[in-house]
């Protein structure tokens, strides 16, 4: 018998909003068969929603490089689609700036403090 996840697990492996995807994917569970083929020879619905969105936070925090914890303090509860990312990277507004610089500092002294267990 082969293992099954529920779409909620499937989604997020693929990296997509569940509730944008069609009504079968979200209700019927997936085997990791039928995982491997969706990742191997994604359908055109797939491939729409990772290049067009909307994105669930994780994806949209890796675009707009800043943390998950970013994107919640700046206030952004909706998920976006890539052309609201695209606007936010071509004009970043003041939050967005310091969000990125806050997640630079983390990634740098979580490097160093890495680097200091080796020496």
């Known amino acids: 018998m082969s293992q099954t996840l529920k779409p909620s697990t ?3 492996k ?3 909003l569940l509730t944008a995807a069609p009504e079968d994917f979200q209700n019927t569970p997936i085997t990791r068969a039928q995982l491997d083929a969706l990742r191997a020879d994604p359908p055109a619905w797939l491939i729409d929603l990772r290049r067009n969105g ?3 936070r994780e994806v949209t925090a890796a675009k707009l490089g800043i943390s998950h914890s970013g994107l919640r303090r700046s206030g952004v509860t ?3 689609n890539a052309d609201q990312v695209g606007e936010l990277l071509t ?3 003041e939050w967005l700036v310091h969000e990125r610089q806050v997640h630079r500092n983390v ?3 979580n490097a160093r403090l890495k680097e200091r267990q080796k020496g």
């Open 91 to 93: 004009d970043p507004p």
């Open 10 to 12: 499937a989604a997020q």
């Open 14 to 16: 693929l990296g997509i």
């Open 54 to 56: 909307p994105f669930p």
């Open 78 to 80: 909706e998920p976006l």
């Open 107 to 109: 990634i740098a002294e």
